[in-house]
């Protein structure tokens, strides 16, 4: 594929332990529920300022879940996961890049690759399977000068991830009732 766009490519590759997050500024928020974490996310959309926003879930069933509920409460949001033909997965980042709309909820199609320069906020409405992906996620939005990125989390007992979170930059969180 390189060869098609680029002459004499250069490939620079990094050991998967010196992958950082260094500069990107990380937000906790512990929802002790599931069915608590859409209230939880509709909140911080109202106290938050966001020019474009990323939201990472696991699997495509719920990126369709996610895209629907957040449809219903009148939020314009853009999805998209592997299922989708490539043509109309195209379309839709045309239409996100052209700020048509201002969120985007997608698998890990989109968390390598891709860049954005608009998008100021990544969300992980799911937590990543492994650090790779996590800093992959998250360098979605520390491109560019965007220093915000912000993770949901199911539940406080997740932190089976703590090696991921214990290796990264400086963080708050906030608990949530």
Known sequence: MTS???TDPVRVLV???ELTLEGIKQFFVAVEREEWKFD???DLYDTLTITQAVIFCNTRRKVDWLADKMRE???TVSSMHSDMEQKQREEIMK???AGDSRV???TDVWARGLDVPQVSLVIN???PNNRELYIHRIGRSGRYGARVWLSTLSSPTTFEFSEI???TTPRRSMKCP
């Open 95 to 97: 239409q996100f890049r």
């Open 73 to 75: 409460a009148n939020f």
């Open 15 to 17: 050991k998967r332990d």
């Open 104 to 106: 985007l909820i997608s």
């Open 4 to 6: 098609k766009f680029m």
């Open 165 to 167: 979170l214990n290796s």
């Open 40 to 42: 939880t996310l509709c």
């Open 125 to 127: 409405y799911d937590l």
